[in-house]
Nanobody, 130 residues
């Protein structure tokens, strides 16, 4: 059964790095776009980074230049490399997927709009302390 399962979360100090992984069996083909979202307590879930079927990417303003999204199709895994972490990066991180609306076509462009995604993982916690 297709599923999304995040791992790699943890606690780090300001300026540190983490790499999140998402086991994404069934979702790493070019027919799918994928993304990372995060949600802090009491806040809306926000898009962090997205990757299209052609591996083009997009990032939220607050993480651009610090985070990198990538995927390894051979390992069916989505990654989020997070560098120069700040306390405001803390939250639960979710990976998500959406299928191209056009059958047999690449999913494009990359996006981080929450409403566009209909497959979600359970999340992994990231805590950045000052």
């Amino acid at each position: 059964q297709d599923q999304l399962k995040e791992s790699g979360g943890g606690s780090v100090q300001t300026g540190g790095s983490l790499r999140l992984s998402c086991a994404a069996s069934g979702y790493t083909s070019s027919s799918y776009c994928m993304a990372w979202f995060r949600q802090a307590p009491g806040k809306e879930r926000e898009g962090v980074a997205g990757i299209a079927g052609d591996t083009s990417t997009t990032y939220g303003v607050s993480v651009n230049g610090r985070f990198t999204i990538s995927k390894d199709n051979a390992k069916y895994t989505l990654y989020l490399q997070m560098n120069s972490l700040k306390p405001e990066d803390s939250g639960t991180y979710y990976c998500a997927a959406r299928r191209s609306p056009i059958p047999w076509r690449w999913c494009t462009p990359p996006s981080i709009g929450r409403a566009e995604y209909n497959y979600w993982g359970q999340g992994t916690q990231v805590t950045v302390s000052s």
